[in-house]
């Protein structure tokens, strides 16, 4: 009897996967005929030549040597398949769709569920509304005493390791993670120090596990959980998280003592019309149009997604290259000096206007090390584009970073550094979608100003104060490509005292 199920099951099994091979057959002669296909095997389509691939290899697998768009099969699951998009026209078509507005597959292994870099359409909707004005321009603009307090903590730290290799990745996370905290969360709390380091490692050591999940498409089940791997990747996102929770339970008692004494912050805030991202939240709890939930799972987004890490590698790509182009840390500056009096002056927002050619510095470098380098997104409907079908629930991968390393968009010059290629007049013919650093189109980055504004206050003190240099050539820096981009070499940076004369 059991012998006969089982003949039944084997048989039933080879008839679906006909069935679905069928399908995918259809699909590649009428929706997708018109698109590059990435050949695989049967049934299993590309899932076999990514066992033992990284990140890079991955996708490398997939992509073609033009910029057309190309898809491949993985796995048996019919009308889902992988596309892979890397040009502008194609960038903008997708981006401005309504069609893809639901991230892709892997984002769920965040762990978090309603936040805006991960939930789901309908809820991201209403959540971006709402939060919009917490990390608007005008709101930036009352942080910038903030900014430079906190910055300016983190160079008095740094004055300990003068002449030593630093991390320095390590020292803009626990300098950004105390910013956000008073910023965004009004929690002014000291971590800046050994807490700050511990909450570093446990972060970084998530990330990688996470990275590595998604490296294994055969770990994308919930089986994963049950793996080694899967618990000491739960076990670290939860002490995050929990670090998390202590902070806003810390804020709730304290809005609850003011409360006590007659002092509604939340209230006064919101007829201010200058609550920040927590007092938002809060109030919208308040309200009944938040749950606890979505409270705290905004405060991990803005502190794991879309702030900690994200910030603190953008500033790790600029310093890098700064320090490796000798030439251009002088030219920027050159223009501190003509911009400050003291060393140690704090930074306004008229001094913000006037960085000019730091501004070009952060965006090549940002063109270099876009923290997004390959931006996920599901189709949620047919989509029609290049005389093809995208079908609905495809994964589509925008290859941001090999995007903005092609020489057909940016010249011969396309892999060097070179900042004077964002002025005006080399790049006014480039296509608006061609530089995506903060992801573009319906669901960009909410914190772009934020993290603009921060970035340039901090390497103004760090730069006034310290030389960089290194022992690294352009070649010689390692990337590993994933939801969020890293840079693998730790401790590359060596800090000099900087002899500083204003030209004003």
């Known amino acids: 009897m059991l012998g006969e199920i089982l003949s039944f099951i084997s048989l039933l099994t080879v008839f679906v996967l006909m069935i679905i091979e069928c399908l995918k057959v259809y699909l590649n002669h009428t929706k997708l005929r018109?698109?590059?296909?990435?050949?695989?095997?049967?049934?299993?389509?590309k899932g076999l030549?990514?066992?033992?691939?990284?990140?890079?290899?991955?996708f490398e697998s997939f992509i073609t040597e033009t910029e057309e768009m190309s898809y491949a099969w993985i796995?048996?699951?019919?009308?889902?398949?992988?596309?892979?998009v890397a040009r502008p026209e194609d960038f903008q078509a997708i981006l401005t769709s309504d069609k893809f507005i639901?991230?892709?597959?892997?984002?769920?292994?965040?762990?978090?569920?309603?936040?805006?870099?991960?939930?789901?359409?309908?809820?991201?909707?209403?959540?971006?509304?709402?939060?919009?004005?917490?990390l608007g321009p005008k709101m930036v603009t009352t942080f910038v005493p903030i900014f430079n307090k906190k910055f300016q903590k983190m160079t008095d730290l740094m004055e300990r390791q003068i002449g030593t290799n630093i991390d320095i990745h390590e020292i803009m996370f626990r300098a950004v993670i105390d910013t956000l905290l008073c910023t965004s969360f009004g929690v002014?709390?000291?971590?800046?120090?050994?807490?700050?380091?511990?909450?570093?490692?446990?972060?970084d050591s998530a990330i990688d596990l996470l990275q590595k999940r998604i490296q294994r498409v055969w770990l994308w089940t919930p089986i994963y959980h049950l793996t080694l791997d899967g618990k000491m990747e739960d076990s670290k996102f939860q002490a995050f998280y929990r670090f998390n929770r202590t902070a806003l339970e810390n804020k709730k008692m304290n809005l609850a003592e003011k409360l006590e004494h007659g002092e509604d912050e939340l209230a006064i805030a919101k007829a201010n019309k200058n609550q920040n991202f927590l007092q938002k939240c809060l109030q919208l709890e308040v309200e009944q149009e938040f749950t606890d939930e979505e409270v705290c799972e905004e405060m991990d987004t803005l502190l794991v997604a879309a702030g900690v890490d994200t910030s603190s590698t953008i500033f790790f790509g600029i310093t890098l290259m700064l320090a490796i182009h000798q030439e251009y840390q002088e030219r920027v500056v050159d223009e501190m000096r003509e911009i400050f009096d003291d060393v140690n002056e704090p930074v306004t927002n008229c001094h913000l206007s006037?960085?000019?050619?730091?501004?070009?510095?952060?965006?090549?470098?940002?063109?270099?090390?876009?923290?997004?380098p390959l931006i996920g997104r599901e189709c949620t409907s047919d989509f029609e584009i290049n005389g093809g079908v995208i079908p609905k629930g495809s994964q589509i991968y925008l290859n941001s970073f090999r995007m903005h390393r092609n020489a057909k968009f940016y010249g011969q010059n396309a892999h060097e550094f070179y900042p004077e290629r964002f002025l005006p007049e080399n790049s006014a013919d480039w296509h608006p979608y061609q530089f995506v650093p903060f992801g573009v189109g319906t669901?960009?980055?909410?914190?772009?100003?934020?993290a603009l504004t921060s970035l340039k206050i901090a390497l103004s003190h760090i730069l006034r104060r310290f030389k960089l240099t290194t022992d690294l050539k352009l070649p010689d820096v390692i990337i590993e490509p994933s939801l969020l981009l890293k840079i693998c070499n730790k401790h590359a940076i060596r800090i000099e005292r900087r002899e500083w004369k204003s030209n004003k």
């Open 354 to 372: 006037r960085m000019t050619f730091l501004e070009l510095v952060i965006k090549e470098s940002m063109r270099h090390f876009p923290i997004a």
């Open 443 to 450: 669901r960009n980055c909410i914190g772009s100003r934020y």
């Open 34 to 45: 018109a698109f590059h296909q990435v050949k695989g095997w049967p049934v299993i389509g």
């Open 102 to 134: 639901k991230k892709a597959f892997p984002y769920t292994f965040l762990h978090n569920r309603t936040g805006l870099f991960t939930s789901q359409p309908s809820i991201w909707k209403k959540h971006r509304r709402e939060l919009n004005s917490t």
């Open 49 to 58: 030549d990514l066992i033992g691939k990284n990140n890079v290899e991955m």
């Open 75 to 84: 796995g048996p699951i019919p009308f889902h398949c992988m596309f892979h």
């Open 188 to 203: 002014d709390s000291a971590i800046q120090n050994k807490k700050g380091t511990e909450i570093y490692y446990m972060f």
